[in-house]
């Protein structure tokens, strides 16, 4: 989402976040677009229906953790 340290400043000078929010916002959203790659291949293919879907829950739950005990205590909110 954020890849160089200029957007990430950029972004935390016009929304007054912290740079350490919007990196982690950043991780996050990637760890969410794994995710969601992770379990659309499992569901387009019908040969994974039995295998566990760990990949893909452990970054759906990080995401989620962080949005959860990070991101919504930021000022913004």
């Known amino acids: 989402m954020f890849r160089t340290e200029e957007q990430i400043k950029e ?4 929304t007054g ?5 919007v990196r982690k916002l950043g991780i996050m959203m990637s760890w969410a677009k794994l995710a969601q790659e992770d379990l ?3 569901a387009d293919n ?8 760990g990949s893909g829950r452990a970054n759906l739950s990080k995401a ?3 949005f959860e005990k990070d991101f919504l205590k ?3 909110w």
């Open 40 to 42: 659309k291949e499992v």
């Open 46 to 53: 019908s040969s994974f229906s039995n295998l566990s879907l």
């Open 17 to 21: 976040v912290p740079c350490e929010y």
């Open 74 to 76: 930021c000022k913004l």
């Open 11 to 14: 972004v935390s000078d016009r």
């Open 64 to 66: 989620v953790n962080y």
